[in-house]
């Protein structure tokens, strides 16, 4: 099991006769990094399985296509992807919003529900198409999507006197884009706005420029 923020950086050689990729949805599409991570990596042998789980907030556009292009490039050919909903937490666009309790709860629930069925069909290499596709996905996927990586951006983050400094958003983001300087965070310019550091602040000081005011949280507890 490897996490590609903690192996991207390194040249790596993976074998396997199953291979699975696990990502959010970034902008109806795999996250760059994970894209990067497969094109850099060498891939030996065929693998008898390939396939992809992803969540996203409400849809995955056009995400299977795009994903079994880019594997293509590297001599792999997918055979399934799953695709589960779940809680909605980008909120730098206007009209990004939360999910309301409610459906956070269902989406949860369902996905729940979901799992076990998914477990056996990879256990089994089937070949399945699972997705939600949505409105306008060609759109979505290839022209917001391209606009969204050329602007992707920490410059506008910032915190308010609610900051404690506590470090916690350091921590917590997985590209170590954070530093702690004068008790206070600073973006580091090799953001994927995966929003970790907001999520995870106990006190909701950081925010995106207005974008994330009055938004909520949805807050990741420390266990």
Request: glycine share 8%.
């Amino acid at each position: 099991l490897l996490f590609i923020p903690e192996i991207s950086e390194t040249e790596q050689s993976i074998e396997g006769q199953s291979i699975g990729f696990v990502f959010p949805i970034y902008s109806w599409a795999a996250p760059q990094v994970v894209e990067d991570f497969i094109l850099k990596t060498q891939w030996s042998g065929t693998p008898k399985y390939v396939w992809f789980a992803c969540t996203c907030g409400d849809e995955m556009g056009k995400t299977f296509d795009t994903f079994t292009k880019t594997l293509k490039k590297v001599g792999l050919t997918l055979n399934a992807g799953f695709c589960f909903q779940m809680p909605e937490t980008y909120l730098c666009f206007p009209g990004f919003h939360l999910d309301s309790k409610e459906n956070e709860q269902a989406k949860i629930d369902a996905a729940r529900a979901k799992l076990p069925g998914v477990i056996e069909d990879i256990k089994a290499c089937k070949l399945v198409r699972d997705e939600i596709v949505g409105s306008f996905p060609r759109f979505k996927s290839f022209v917001i999507r391209h606009g969204f990586i050329k602007n992707v951006t920490d410059k506008k983050y910032h915190t308010t006197d609610a900051c404690t400094g506590c470090g916690l958003c350091a921590t917590k983001c997985p590209f170590h884009n954070i530093e702690i300087k004068n008790g206070k965070p600073e973006w580091q310019g090799h953001c994927t706005q995966c929003m970790a550091c907001y999520h995870y602040c106990p006190q909701n000081a950081i925010h995106f420029a207005t974008y994330t005011q009055n938004k909520g949280q949805y807050y990741c507890k420390e266990k």
